[in-house]
């Protein structure tokens, strides 16, 4: 129901931009998070997009360098990533759920999953 894609190669200090597309039902009244898993670690928070207000938030590792968007329209939610740097090196996963504001930064929060893009920043 939900599929990433956008992921690739980068050069540290470049940019992509992933997708993720929701089939068979809207998420319009759904949070869509973005999480990423780099190899050997916890899956980890990225940013997300309040079902409600379209409020945006971030893990502070990331804020000032992705932006999270969402195109209703389309059923579609965007992970805009600029000034890459290696350490940002995982796979991406989107997500659809509704937690509690207190909890969104966290995975089990999220009840629907797409299925992962890798993205690699090369130094």
């Known amino acids: 129901q939900l599929q990433a894609f956008g992921g690739g190669l980068v050069q540290a200090g470049g940019s992509l931009r992933l997708s993720c597309a929701a089939s068979g039902r809207t998420f319009g009244g759904y949070t869509m998070g973005w999480f990423r898993q780099a190899l050997g670690k916890e899956r980890e928070f990225v940013g997300c997009?309040?079902?409600?207000?379209?409020?945006?938030y971030y893990a502070d590792s990331v804020k000032g360098r992705f932006t999270v968007s969402r195109d209703k329209a389309n059923n579609t939610v965007y992970l805009q990533m600029n000034s890459l740097q290696p350490e940002d090196t995982a796979v991406y996963y989107c997500?659809?759920?509704?937690?509690?504001?207190?909890?969104?930064?966290?995975?089990?929060?999220?009840?629907?999953w797409g299925q992962g893009t890798q993205v690699t920043v090369s130094s």
């Open positions: 997009i309040w079902r409600s207000s379209s409020t945006t």
């Open positions: 997500a659809a759920g509704r937690p509690i504001t207190s909890s969104r930064n966290n995975y089990r929060g999220y009840t629907s």
